[in-house]
Nanobody, 118 residues
Framework: QVQFVESGGGLVQPGGSLRLSCAAS????????MGWYRQAPGKQRELVAR???????NYADSVTGRFTISRDNAKNTVYLQMNSLKPEDTAVYYC????????????WGQGTQVTVSS
């Protein structure tokens, strides 16, 4: 089973930017939809953004216009560019195959902590 390693998180002030990376241990190819998810303390994990095989994307309403998901299939890596960060974006961010998450069979990595605070 493909494993994912997320990186790029950190502490940033409101209005700042971060770029998260998600490296897969194996080929994710170009046919699988990938997603970024996040979990804030005391809350359930939620979908942030998805990118589909054709390159189309969709986003949670709360991040639309601020976050951009992209992928490099040659590097088996998915990215999340986060701009205009807000304190409510504070969470642990994870990536995974959308099909696995929907099926309830996803194996989650350690995630990367994003903290937005002044």
């Amino acid at each position: 089973q493909v494993q994912f390693v997320e990186s790029g998180g950190g502490l940033v002030q409101p209005g700042g930017s971060l770029r998260l990376s998600c490296a897969a241990s194996g080929s994710i190819g170009s046919i699988y939809a990938m997603g970024w998810y996040r979990q804030a303390p005391g809350k359930q994990r939620e979908l942030v953004a998805r990118i589909f095989s054709g390159g189309s994307t969709n986003y949670a309403d709360s991040v639309t216009g601020r976050f951009t998901i992209s992928r490099d299939n040659a590097k088996n890596t998915v990215y999340l560019q986060m701009n205009s960060l807000k304190p409510e974006d504070t969470a642990v961010y994870y990536c995974n195959l959308v099909v696995k998450v929907v099926a309830g069979t996803a194996s989650w990595g350690q995630g990367t902590q994003v903290t937005v605070s002044s």
